[in-house]
């Protein structure tokens, strides 16, 4: 599935892809290797193992009821660009492009989970 690969405008396509009737993709966000979305009911994102030989991944689909807890990665009193995502006893790690990114979804999802 090449969702990932897209420019900007073929981005939300590839998301539209895998939505169900009635849900809304809220917004986009840039990772360092792929994307994210977060929409009406979920966030989606891309997840790629480091055992991983056969260069596969997968696409994580976490509905928002099911997040447990999320964290901004600190070193020192500086925020990393990674987001944890805690959801049914599994740590989810996405790097972000940029602090700004990072934050940015950070916010979007505390309202939806809060």
Aim: without cysteine; aromatic residues 10%.
């Amino acid at each position: 599935m090449a969702l990932f690969g897209r420019k900007d405008n073929q981005i939300e396509n590839g998301f539209e892809e895998l939505i169900i009737e009635g849900e809304v993709i809220e917004s986009t966000h840039s990772l360092v290797k792929n994307r994210a979305a977060l929409t009406s009911m979920r966030v989606i994102f891309e997840e790629r193992s480091s055992l991983n030989e056969m260069g596969i991944s997968f696409i994580v689909s976490i509905p928002y009821s099911k997040i447990n807890s999320i964290a901004l990665e600190y070193k020192g009193f500086t925020s990393t660009n990674r987001l944890i995502i805690l959801s049914g006893g599994k740590e989810y790690k996405i790097m972000f492009s940029t602090l700004e990114d990072v934050l940015r979804f950070y916010r979007l999802l505390s309202t939806y989970i809060l």
